[in-house]
């Protein structure tokens, strides 16, 4: 069964850091792009950032709210996608998905349940 | 940065024909994507560029794209087709954008 599973989301004061992970399974991750994708509650969907497949390079890219501040990182030994979140700020609380990036589709096909990060005092 | 625009919200008479808009600048030119959410649910991939249903969504979803509209289409619409749905395009200068989604009821 293809699946991502993501945890790490918890409570953490502004300024602080968090790193989410999302593991993968049922389908080659090595060869998959992967995206982190974040909903505030009650807002829509706001990409964050991705990674490519190391074979297409394994660059990064992020959205403006967050470039500076977080981090995407895989291990394709562990199957698993990570996302260093520092100096966070209460905008950043969200429900943070991981998501594939389909080759064939363009578009992403394969998201996890989503795990919550709150940022607060 | 680029941006996408769709209505709040949409309502549809169960059986009837919904349509959702979403508007950018020449998005006719892009290729757009579709999703659903339904709540407490992560997204749901339904049409991928532009006019594609992935296997499995009822081909009661269709899609379409030209000058500076996109449209998502659900034909007979059902109760569980309530939803917020939200387009997507990939722009060369802001990367992946979302619209800010459309709720969609079933009368």
């Known amino acids: 069964e293809v699946q991502l599973v993501e945890s790490g989301g918890g409570l953490v004061k502004p300024g602080g850091s968090l790193r989410l992970s999302c593991a993968a399974s049922?389908?080659?991750?090595?060869?998959?792009?992967m995206s982190w994708v974040r909903q505030a509650p009650g807002k829509g969907l706001e990409w964050v950032g991705r990674?490519?497949?190391?074979?297409?390079?394994?660059?990064?890219d992020y959205a403006a709210p967050v470039k500076g501040r977080f981090t995407i990182s895989r291990d394709d030994s562990k199957n698993t996608l990570y996302l260093q979140m520092n100096s966070l700020k209460t905008e950043d609380t969200a429900v943070y998905y991981c998501?594939?990036?389909?080759?064939?589709?363009?578009?992403?096909?394969?998201w996890g349940q989503g795990t919550m990060v709150t940022v607060s005092s | 940065s680029y941006e996408l625009t769709q209505p709040l919200s949409v309502s549809v008479a169960l059986g009837q024909t919904a349509r959702i808009t979403c508007g950018g600048n020449?998005?006719?030119?892009?290729?757009v994507h579709w999703y659903q959410q339904k709540p407490g649910q992560a997204p749901v991939l339904v049409i991928y560029?532009?006019?594609n249903r992935p296997s499995g969504i009822p081909e009661r979803f269709s899609g379409s794209n030209s000058g500076n509209t996109a449209t998502l289409t659900i034909s007979r619409a059902q109760a569980g087709d309530e939803a917020d749905y939200y387009c997507?395009?990939?722009?060369?200068?802001?990367?992946?954008?979302f619209g800010g989604g459309t709720k969609l009821t079933v009368l």
């Open positions: 020449n998005i006719g030119s892009k290729n």
């Open positions: 997507q395009v990939w722009d060369s200068s802001t990367a992946w954008v």
């Open positions: 049922g389908f080659t991750f090595s060869n998959a792009w």
């Open positions: 560029r532009d006019s």
């Open positions: 990674i490519k497949s190391k074979t297409d390079g394994g660059t990064t």
């Open positions: 998501t594939t990036e389909s080759g064939s589709l363009d578009a992403f096909d394969i």
